[in-house]
């Protein structure tokens, strides 16, 4: 099959099969061939990797995948698109198209049905509903994935790298840069996406760590301050965090930010991840 990544092949296969976008499952395909490169080289894919791809959509990335990695097992919701994939991609032999939503398979599951062994990374153009739900999902369910290179929405790359003190810095900062280090490979525009997005987007690669950024006694417990102190933003650490789903005394709340020697009127977006962790280990005593 000739490379589909083209307005001129992707209309052609859209319309030969009567294929309609939906807008709610996020469907822009991506017709610069540029674009698709720095996605693949961005990811460092390599002959030793087992590709996930989440939303192959017609194939377009789908076909250069199967010709970078050692095997590219593509999870996409859209069953119209089955038969459309197994057009595309019929001359491939080291690809599996499993028709599932990526947010309600057991990808550890899936993993050992298919047999996946070594190296596995993530790398896709993803719908970008649910963007966020998707990285997170692979980083907390600790999907043994090494790095994670995605098409998504600008501001949400911003916020998956911004710093503490910034405006981007939020809970999925924390969250991203706990398990990963970030790394923008290239901005997006609209233009290079049949039907063109609303929004710009960003190529990112996280590159998974081997162990999480900061120790902390008890990662739960990290994550529910990191919300709550950003739940609240507008209010002091303390106030955010004693007016919170968090189930601790206000006195004791002080004692814990006393014990991190973090100072209670500050803002929970300017503390930085080692902080968050001190006064996560400070509320166990
Ligand atoms: N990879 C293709 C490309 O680059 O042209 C298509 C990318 S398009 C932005 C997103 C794809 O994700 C669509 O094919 C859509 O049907 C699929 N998708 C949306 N929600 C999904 C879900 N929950 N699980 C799996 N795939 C999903």
Redesign the pocket.
């Known amino acids: 099959m000739d490379k ?2 083209s307005a001129k092949k ?1 209309k052609e296969i859209v319309n030969k099969h009567g294929f309609k976008f ?1 807008k709610s ?7 610069d061939e540029n674009i ?1 490169y720095s ?1 693949v080289h961005g990811s460092n894919v390599t002959k030793e990797d087992t590709v996930i ?10 076909q250069v995948l199967c010709e970078e990695a050692k095997r590219v097992v593509a ?4 069953k119209t ?1 089955i038969p459309i994939l197994g057009e595309t991609l019929g001359d491939k032999d080291n690809i599996d198209i499993v028709n ?6 057991d990808v550890h599951t899936l993993l050992r049905d298919l047999k996946v062994e070594g190296s596995i990374k993530l790398i ?7 963007t966020t739900p ?1 990285v997170m999902k692979f980083l907390e369910e600790k999907v043994p994935v090494k790095g994670i290179t995605v ?1 998504i929405q600008k501001e949400v790359a911003d916020r998956m790298r911004a710093s503490a003190g910034t405006k981007e810095y939020g809970a999925l900062s924390v969250a991203v840069q706990y398990y990963c280090e970030p790394h923008i490979i290239t901005k997006v525009p609209r233009s290079v ?2 039907p063109q ?1 609303k929004v710009e987007s960003t190529v990112i690669n996280l590159e998974v760590l081997e162990k999480p950024r900061v120790q902390v006694r008890d990662e739960k417990l990290l994550f529910k301050i990191v919300r709550a102190a950003f739940g609240k933003r507008r209010k002091t650490l303390l106030n955010a965090l004693s007016n919170s789903g968090l189930n601790f005394e206000k006195d004791f709340i002080r004692e814990a930010l006393e014990r991190a020697e973090i100072d209670p009127k500050r803002r929970g977006e300017t503390l930085s991840i080692d902080e968050f962790a001190k006064l996560a280990d400070a509320f166990i005593i």
Do not use: R
């Open positions: 589909l990544v992707t939906s499952l996020g469907q822009n395909f991506l017709i698709l996605i791809e989440v939303g192959p959509g017609i194939g377009t990335l789908t999870i996409e919701i859209d698109l599932e939503d990526v947010l309600k398979v896709a153009n993803l719908p970008y509903y649910i998707i098409m996406f049949i997005p």
